[in-house]
């Protein structure tokens, strides 16, 4: 009788990318692209996943009739694009959200804050061409509120823009990340970007913007306060 029991999932003969992902699977956990996977990741796999995608991305080059060996100019472009993804562009996807020193709202703040526009960088998930544009983030803070430093917003943005990302689900993740770091009586997020999609393929149109926003809580119960926000807008651009 044949034994079909599968491979453990830290087999050290599979595939570190297989073995990264029967972690995910033994836990019943999504591993899309714009999830972050940090917690399955071992010391030293990220590097072995690097040489794993190199190794794939230059039979991409070979399927695609790019001499590799001869042209000097793609001699090392795999492992530059490995790792440009791994290290760079999809950072977000394998390292843990970035430490966030939170304090206590102990002036009982409750005025409206904007931050932004903050500059955002990511990657369409469809045909992983760039996105490029600006965040802008409102809070309403309540006397129980935790507040955080200015520039934690941007590098909240950056880790989770750092993966293939559609615009609209990007920036529901974010405003769900504040929401449980801070605990605001509301929370607005507002988001404009060119999409390489349109620009490099399909219509060639350069000059169209993607513009969303996310209203939580008092922004989106509260007519008002929404409107003065959209209205600072203008002034922080």
Avoid at 23 to 45: K, S, T, V
Avoid at 140 to 150: A, T, Y
């Amino acid at each position: 009788m044949s034994d079909t029991t599968p491979p453990a999932a830290d087999d050290g003969q599979l595939p570190v990318s297989a073995r990264i992902r029967a972690r995910i699977q033994a836990a019943r956990q999504r591993f899309h692209a714009n999830d972050n996977i940090a917690e399955f990741l071992q010391p030293g796999e990220l590097d072995e996943l690097l040489a794993e995608v190199e190794g794939k991305m230059k039979g991409v080059l070979e399927s695609l009739v790019i001499d590799t060996e001869s042209d000097h100019n793609t001699q090392d472009t795999a492992r530059r694009v490995a790792k440009m993804y791994l290290n760079e562009v999809f950072r977000g996807r394998y390292v843990a959200v970035p430490p966030v020193t939170e304090f206590p709202n102990a002036e009982h703040l409750n005025e409206l804050m904007i931050v932004g526009p903050i500059t955002v960088r990511s990657a369409c998930s469809h045909h992983l061409c760039p996105i490029l544009g600006k965040l802008w983030i409102g809070v309403m803070p309540n006397e129980h509120s935790n507040l955080i430093g200015l520039s934690k917003y941007a590098r909240l943005a950056e880790w989770i823009m750092g993966r293939p990302q559609i615009q609209e689900e990007a920036i529901a993740q974010m405003a769900d990340l504040l929401m449980r770091k801070m605990s605001p009586d509301g929370l607005a997020v507002v988001m404009a970007a060119d999409h390489f999609c349109m620009h490099w393929r399909g219509v060639k149109d350069d000059q169209t913007k993607m513009v969303n926003s996310v209203m939580r809580g008092s922004f989106l119960k509260d007519h008002t306060l929404r409107r003065e926000f959209l209205s600072l807008l203008k002034l922080t651009d």
